[in-house]
Nanobody, 125 residues
Framework: QVQLVESGGGLVPPGGSLTLSCAAS????????MCWFRQAPGKERERVSC???????YYAGFAEDRFIISRDNAKNSVYLRMNSLKPDDTGVYFC???????????????????WGQGTQVTVSL
């Protein structure tokens, strides 16, 4: 059964850090490009950070210099380290996997094959 499971979300004060994990099962993550998206209440889903099947990465402007995406193919997992968190970072974070053109870092969300259920991140005092 193909599955992506996110974990690591929670409540953190402004300035704090979290590391999100996305564990894949039922497929070999090394063959896929991966991306983290987020959706805040009342807002549209937005792309946060992506990584191809190698080590090429992309960061949205708000994530530059604060977030780090990485992958561990041996563990079939991808991670998002988030530092200096702000209240605007609050939302549900999703990971997604794409098999088509895995060397391409960025593609439209509808190009992604598998999505996780999301993990809630709340940045608040």
């Amino acid at each position: 059964q193909v599955q992506l499971v996110e974990s690591g979300g929670g409540l953190v004060p402004p300035g704090g850090s979290l590391t999100l994990s996305c564990a894949a099962s039922g497929f070999t993550l090394a063959d896929y490009a991966m991306c983290w998206f987020r959706q805040a209440p009342g807002k549209e889903r937005e792309r946060v950070s992506c990584i191809n099947n190698g080590d090429s990465t992309y960061y949205a402007g708000f994530a530059e210099d604060r977030f780090i995406i990485s992958r561990d193919n041996a563990k079939n997992s991808v991670y998002l380290r988030m530092n200096s968190l702000k209240p605007d970072d609050t939302g549900v974070y999703f990971c997604a996997a794409r098999q088509r053109n895995p060397r391409v870092v960025l593609m439209f969300p509808e190009e992604y094959d598998y999505w996780g259920q999301g993990t809630q991140v709340t940045v608040s005092l």
